[in-house]
Protein backbone atom coordinates (compact mmCIF):
# COMPACT_ATOMS: atom_id res chain seq x y z
CA UNK A 1 0.00 0.00 0.00
CA UNK A 2 1.22 3.37 -0.86
CA UNK A 3 2.07 5.72 1.98
CA UNK A 4 0.04 8.93 2.03
CA UNK A 5 3.60 11.10 1.08
CA UNK A 6 3.50 8.86 -2.33
CA UNK A 7 -0.19 9.37 -2.98
CA UNK A 8 -0.73 11.32 -6.41
CA UNK A 9 -2.59 14.78 -5.26
CA UNK A 10 -6.19 14.42 -6.24
CA UNK A 11 -5.85 11.11 -3.69
CA UNK A 12 -4.20 12.82 -0.78
CA UNK A 13 -7.05 15.28 -1.27
CA UNK A 14 -9.75 12.90 -1.16
CA UNK A 15 -8.31 11.20 2.03
CA UNK A 16 -8.27 14.65 3.73
CA UNK A 17 -11.81 15.31 3.23
CA UNK A 18 -12.68 11.84 4.10
CA UNK A 19 -10.70 11.51 7.38
CA UNK A 20 -11.23 14.76 8.80
CA UNK A 21 -13.86 14.60 11.03
CA UNK A 22 -14.47 18.52 11.67
CA UNK A 23 -14.31 19.29 7.65
CA UNK A 24 -16.40 16.28 6.92
CA UNK A 25 -19.05 17.46 9.20
CA UNK A 26 -18.90 21.07 9.67
CA UNK A 27 -18.96 21.32 5.20
CA UNK A 28 -15.62 22.41 4.82
CA UNK A 29 -13.82 21.26 1.96
CA UNK A 30 -9.88 20.98 0.72
CA UNK A 31 -10.08 22.22 -2.84
CA UNK A 32 -6.34 23.03 -3.66
CA UNK A 33 -3.99 21.04 -2.53
CA UNK A 34 0.39 20.70 -3.20
CA UNK A 35 3.58 21.13 -1.10
CA UNK A 36 3.43 23.58 2.10
CA UNK A 37 -0.12 24.92 0.68
CA UNK A 38 -3.67 24.58 1.29
CA UNK A 39 -6.77 25.58 0.33
CA UNK A 40 -10.46 24.92 1.20
CA UNK A 41 -13.58 26.79 1.10
CA UNK A 42 -16.61 26.74 2.88
CA UNK A 43 -20.04 27.97 2.70
CA UNK A 44 -21.17 29.68 5.34
CA UNK A 45 -24.51 28.17 6.90
CA UNK A 46 -26.64 29.33 9.99
CA UNK A 47 -24.63 27.33 12.47
CA UNK A 48 -21.63 29.40 11.58
CA UNK A 49 -23.23 32.65 12.67
CA UNK A 50 -23.21 34.95 15.95
CA UNK A 51 -25.99 36.85 17.37
CA UNK A 52 -24.99 39.60 15.08
CA UNK A 53 -25.57 37.12 12.24
CA UNK A 54 -22.21 36.76 11.51
CA UNK A 55 -19.20 34.03 11.18
CA UNK A 56 -18.38 33.08 15.08
CA UNK A 57 -14.86 34.08 15.65
CA UNK A 58 -14.58 30.60 17.30
CA UNK A 59 -15.32 29.09 13.91
CA UNK A 60 -12.78 31.96 12.35
CA UNK A 61 -10.16 30.76 14.64
CA UNK A 62 -10.97 26.96 13.68
CA UNK A 63 -10.20 27.62 10.14
CA UNK A 64 -7.20 28.53 10.37
CA UNK A 65 -6.12 25.91 12.74
CA UNK A 66 -7.67 23.49 10.52
CA UNK A 67 -6.09 24.88 7.00
CA UNK A 68 -2.19 25.73 8.67
CA UNK A 69 -2.66 21.73 9.75
CA UNK A 70 -3.32 20.51 6.69
CA UNK A 71 -0.04 22.42 4.50
CA UNK A 72 1.93 21.36 7.18
CA UNK A 73 1.20 17.83 6.77
CA UNK A 74 1.42 17.80 2.86
CA UNK A 75 4.77 16.35 3.41
CA UNK A 76 3.38 13.21 4.70
CA UNK A 77 4.76 13.86 8.28
CA UNK A 78 2.13 13.96 11.36
CA UNK A 79 2.76 17.42 12.91
CA UNK A 80 0.92 18.78 16.55
CA UNK A 81 -0.13 22.46 16.19
CA UNK A 82 1.28 24.59 18.78
CA UNK A 83 0.16 28.33 18.68
CA UNK A 84 -2.20 30.20 16.59
CA UNK A 85 -1.92 34.49 16.24
CA UNK A 86 -4.66 35.81 14.42
CA UNK A 87 -6.03 39.15 13.44
CA UNK A 88 -9.39 40.16 12.66
CA UNK A 89 -10.05 42.13 10.11
CA UNK A 90 -14.18 41.99 8.68
CA UNK A 91 -17.47 40.38 9.24
CA UNK A 92 -19.11 37.77 7.04
CA UNK A 93 -22.96 36.88 7.26
CA UNK A 94 -23.08 34.50 4.13
CA UNK A 95 -21.58 33.04 0.73
CA UNK A 96 -18.96 31.34 -0.16
CA UNK A 97 -15.77 31.56 1.90
CA UNK A 98 -12.06 30.54 1.45
CA UNK A 99 -9.74 29.74 3.45
CA UNK A 100 -5.71 29.96 2.70
CA UNK A 101 -2.78 27.85 4.09
CA UNK A 102 1.28 28.60 2.82
CA UNK A 103 4.44 27.81 4.08
CA UNK A 104 5.88 30.71 6.06
CA UNK A 105 9.17 28.62 7.36
CA UNK A 106 9.65 24.63 8.01
CA UNK A 107 13.00 23.06 9.48
CA UNK A 108 13.84 19.50 10.74
CA UNK A 109 11.66 20.54 14.30
CA UNK A 110 8.90 22.65 13.49
CA UNK A 111 7.09 24.94 10.57
CA UNK A 112 5.11 27.42 10.57
CA UNK A 113 2.01 28.35 7.98
CA UNK A 114 0.38 32.02 7.14
CA UNK A 115 -3.69 31.56 7.31
CA UNK A 116 -6.23 33.60 6.11
CA UNK A 117 -9.80 33.62 5.01
CA UNK A 118 -11.04 35.82 2.34
CA UNK A 119 -14.43 36.00 0.61
CA UNK A 120 -15.59 35.19 -2.66
CA UNK A 121 -14.68 38.55 -3.96
CA UNK A 122 -11.07 38.61 -2.35
CA UNK A 123 -11.71 40.69 0.99
CA UNK A 124 -9.72 39.79 3.65
CA UNK A 125 -11.42 38.57 6.48
CA UNK A 126 -8.87 36.82 9.08
CA UNK A 127 -5.39 36.30 8.90
CA UNK A 128 -2.82 34.80 11.32
CA UNK A 129 0.46 32.21 11.65
CA UNK A 130 -0.36 28.77 12.76
CA UNK A 131 3.24 26.95 14.57
CA UNK A 132 3.73 23.45 14.47
CA UNK A 133 5.76 20.84 15.84
CA UNK A 134 7.15 18.03 13.42
CA UNK A 135 6.26 14.55 14.56
CA UNK A 136 8.56 11.50 13.94
CA UNK A 137 5.71 9.73 12.71
CA UNK A 138 3.68 9.48 8.66
CA UNK A 139 0.22 10.65 8.12
CA UNK A 140 -1.53 7.47 9.39
CA UNK A 141 -2.56 7.24 5.56
CA UNK A 142 -5.32 3.89 5.58
CA UNK A 143 -4.00 2.77 8.72
CA UNK A 144 -6.88 3.78 10.49
CA UNK A 145 -10.60 3.35 10.34
CA UNK A 146 -12.94 5.21 8.50
CA UNK A 147 -14.78 8.17 10.80
CA UNK A 148 -18.34 7.66 10.93
CA UNK A 149 -19.23 10.64 13.81
CA UNK A 150 -22.06 12.13 13.11
CA UNK A 151 -23.23 15.96 14.07
CA UNK A 152 -26.70 16.40 16.00
CA UNK A 153 -28.56 19.06 18.40
CA UNK A 154 -27.26 17.96 22.28
CA UNK A 155 -29.75 19.89 23.58
CA UNK A 156 -32.86 21.52 22.53
CA UNK A 157 -33.13 25.51 21.39
CA UNK A 158 -34.81 27.69 23.70
CA UNK A 159 -38.10 29.58 23.36
CA UNK A 160 -37.50 33.04 23.73
CA UNK A 161 -39.73 33.60 26.54
CA UNK A 162 -42.60 36.20 25.49
CA UNK A 163 -41.68 38.18 28.91
CA UNK A 164 -37.98 39.50 28.04
CA UNK A 165 -40.03 42.33 25.81
CA UNK A 166 -41.71 43.42 29.02
CA UNK A 167 -37.99 43.15 31.23
CA UNK A 168 -37.62 46.34 33.20
CA UNK A 169 -40.26 47.91 31.86
CA UNK A 170 -41.61 49.54 35.20
CA UNK A 171 -38.26 51.51 35.47
CA UNK A 172 -39.01 54.87 34.14
CA UNK A 173 -37.13 55.78 31.26
CA UNK A 174 -35.31 52.52 30.87
CA UNK A 175 -34.91 50.20 28.05
CA UNK A 176 -35.18 46.12 28.83
CA UNK A 177 -31.06 45.93 28.70
CA UNK A 178 -28.54 43.61 29.65
CA UNK A 179 -26.88 45.67 31.75
CA UNK A 180 -29.89 46.62 34.17
CA UNK A 181 -30.06 42.60 34.77
CA UNK A 182 -28.88 40.08 37.58
CA UNK A 183 -26.21 37.87 36.65
CA UNK A 184 -28.11 34.68 36.36
CA UNK A 185 -30.27 36.69 33.71
CA UNK A 186 -27.01 37.77 31.74
CA UNK A 187 -25.71 33.86 31.86
CA UNK A 188 -28.98 32.79 30.27
CA UNK A 189 -28.68 35.59 27.62
CA UNK A 190 -24.82 34.11 26.93
CA UNK A 191 -26.43 30.50 26.04
CA UNK A 192 -29.55 31.01 24.51
CA UNK A 193 -27.67 33.28 22.02
CA UNK A 194 -25.31 31.08 20.23
CA UNK A 195 -25.83 29.17 17.72
CA UNK A 196 -22.56 27.28 18.60
CA UNK A 197 -23.27 26.97 22.26
CA UNK A 198 -26.62 24.81 21.30
CA UNK A 199 -25.35 23.01 18.17
CA UNK A 200 -22.12 21.84 20.13
CA UNK A 201 -23.37 21.79 23.83
CA UNK A 202 -21.15 24.59 25.09
CA UNK A 203 -22.81 25.49 28.09
CA UNK A 204 -21.70 28.83 30.09
CA UNK A 205 -21.44 27.90 33.97
CA UNK A 206 -20.62 31.08 35.86
CA UNK A 207 -20.91 34.71 34.65
CA UNK A 208 -19.83 37.71 36.36
CA UNK A 209 -17.89 41.31 35.88
CA UNK A 210 -15.47 40.46 34.05
CA UNK A 211 -15.24 36.84 34.55
CA UNK A 212 -16.88 33.51 31.92
CA UNK A 213 -16.36 29.94 32.66
CA UNK A 214 -17.61 27.52 30.15
CA UNK A 215 -17.54 23.75 29.28
CA UNK A 216 -18.16 21.39 26.38
CA UNK A 217 -18.66 18.00 28.43
CA UNK A 218 -19.12 15.59 27.42
CA UNK A 219 -16.63 15.77 24.50
CA UNK A 220 -18.28 13.67 21.79
CA UNK A 221 -17.12 11.68 18.64
CA UNK A 222 -17.31 14.23 16.43
CA UNK A 223 -15.05 16.28 18.53
CA UNK A 224 -11.97 13.83 17.89
CA UNK A 225 -9.07 13.22 14.92
CA UNK A 226 -9.10 9.65 13.15
CA UNK A 227 -6.27 9.39 15.97
CA UNK A 228 -8.33 9.34 18.69
CA UNK A 229 -7.31 12.53 19.81
CA UNK A 230 -9.00 16.08 20.21
CA UNK A 231 -9.15 18.00 17.18
CA UNK A 232 -6.98 21.24 18.37
CA UNK A 233 -9.61 23.31 16.38
CA UNK A 234 -12.32 22.82 19.49
CA UNK A 235 -9.94 24.30 21.72
CA UNK A 236 -9.70 27.29 19.35
CA UNK A 237 -14.15 27.24 18.80
CA UNK A 238 -14.04 27.27 23.41
CA UNK A 239 -11.60 29.02 23.55
CA UNK A 240 -12.26 32.17 21.55
CA UNK A 241 -15.77 33.02 23.21
CA UNK A 242 -14.63 31.45 26.77
CA UNK A 243 -12.31 34.82 26.10
CA UNK A 244 -14.31 37.53 24.80
CA UNK A 245 -17.67 37.13 26.31
CA UNK A 246 -16.12 38.63 29.65
CA UNK A 247 -15.52 41.84 28.02
CA UNK A 248 -19.36 42.10 27.74
CA UNK A 249 -19.88 41.76 31.31
CA UNK A 250 -20.33 45.87 31.25
CA UNK A 251 -23.13 45.25 28.99
CA UNK A 252 -21.87 46.91 25.78
CA UNK A 253 -20.64 45.27 22.68
CA UNK A 254 -16.93 44.23 21.53
CA UNK A 255 -15.73 42.31 19.07
CA UNK A 256 -11.89 40.27 18.60
CA UNK A 257 -9.30 42.47 17.45
CA UNK A 258 -6.38 39.68 17.75
CA UNK A 259 -6.16 36.46 19.52
CA UNK A 260 -3.44 34.23 20.15
CA UNK A 261 -3.49 30.42 21.15
CA UNK A 262 -0.98 28.51 22.54
CA UNK A 263 -1.19 24.83 22.45
CA UNK A 264 -0.19 21.91 25.21
CA UNK A 265 -1.66 18.81 24.67
CA UNK A 266 -4.68 17.16 22.56
CA UNK A 267 -4.62 14.15 25.09
CA UNK A 268 -7.65 15.00 26.97
CA UNK A 269 -9.48 13.29 29.34
CA UNK A 270 -13.38 13.75 30.06
CA UNK A 271 -14.95 17.71 28.61
CA UNK A 272 -13.30 20.55 27.87
CA UNK A 273 -13.46 23.66 31.13
CA UNK A 274 -12.79 26.75 29.87
CA UNK A 275 -12.16 29.85 32.10
CA UNK A 276 -11.84 33.98 30.40
CA UNK A 277 -10.96 36.73 32.55
CA UNK A 278 -10.51 40.28 31.49
CA UNK A 279 -7.22 41.43 32.65
CA UNK A 280 -7.61 45.52 31.55
CA UNK A 281 -10.46 47.58 29.74
CA UNK A 282 -9.35 50.99 28.45
CA UNK A 283 -11.79 53.19 26.37
CA UNK A 284 -11.15 51.36 23.06
CA UNK A 285 -9.71 48.34 23.91
CA UNK A 286 -9.91 45.66 26.76
CA UNK A 287 -7.46 42.71 27.06
CA UNK A 288 -9.03 39.42 27.94
CA UNK A 289 -7.10 36.33 28.82
CA UNK A 290 -7.98 32.19 29.18
CA UNK A 291 -7.50 28.64 29.39
CA UNK A 292 -8.70 25.13 29.07
CA UNK A 293 -8.83 22.17 30.96
CA UNK A 294 -9.97 18.50 30.94
CA UNK A 295 -11.84 16.63 33.54
CA UNK A 296 -8.03 16.22 34.96
CA UNK A 297 -7.54 19.54 35.29
CA UNK A 298 -4.37 19.41 32.79
CA UNK A 299 -3.85 22.68 30.43
CA UNK A 300 -4.55 22.39 27.45
CA UNK A 301 -4.67 25.55 26.04
CA UNK A 302 -4.05 28.96 27.45
CA UNK A 303 -4.79 32.53 25.39
CA UNK A 304 -5.05 36.24 25.31
CA UNK A 305 -7.10 38.24 22.79
CA UNK A 306 -7.68 42.28 22.66
CA UNK A 307 -11.24 43.86 22.07
CA UNK A 308 -12.59 46.26 20.38
CA UNK A 309 -15.54 48.03 22.40
CA UNK A 310 -17.77 49.30 20.31
CA UNK A 311 -19.84 51.40 23.24
CA UNK A 312 -23.11 50.06 21.84
CA UNK A 313 -25.44 48.70 24.39
CA UNK A 314 -26.45 45.14 24.59
CA UNK A 315 -30.35 45.35 24.48
CA UNK A 316 -32.34 42.08 25.12
CA UNK A 317 -35.49 43.37 23.03
CA UNK A 318 -33.21 44.05 20.47
CA UNK A 319 -31.05 40.79 19.83
CA UNK A 320 -32.83 37.31 19.66
CA UNK A 321 -31.50 34.10 19.24
CA UNK A 322 -30.76 33.26 15.83
CA UNK A 323 -31.74 29.42 15.91
CA UNK A 324 -31.75 27.93 12.87
CA UNK A 325 -34.10 28.73 9.82
CA UNK A 326 -34.93 24.44 9.66
CA UNK A 327 -35.43 24.11 12.96
CA UNK A 328 -33.04 21.76 15.51
CA UNK A 329 -34.59 18.67 13.51
CA UNK A 330 -32.85 20.29 10.44
CA UNK A 331 -29.59 21.94 11.98
Not at 271 to 277: D, I, K, Q, T, V
Amino acid sequence: MNTFQQADWPEKIRYMNEYDNFARLYGIRLVDYNVGFAHMQMQVQAMHLNSQGRIHGGWLSAMLVIAGGKAARSYGQEVRITELTMNYYRGVEGGLVDIFAAEKHRNRHTAAYDVEMRTADGKLVVAGVTTFVLLDEPVAYHLLAKPTAERALTREFPIWPAERADLHADIPGLRPCFRASDWAAKRAYMNENENLFYSENITVTEYGKGLCRAKLDPLLPRHFDARGKVEPAWLAVVMDPTMGKPSLSMGEFSVTAQMSISFFSVDAVGGLFAEGRERSRGEHFGVCEGEILDARGELLASGACTMYLRHTEINFRREHPLNYPEGPAGA
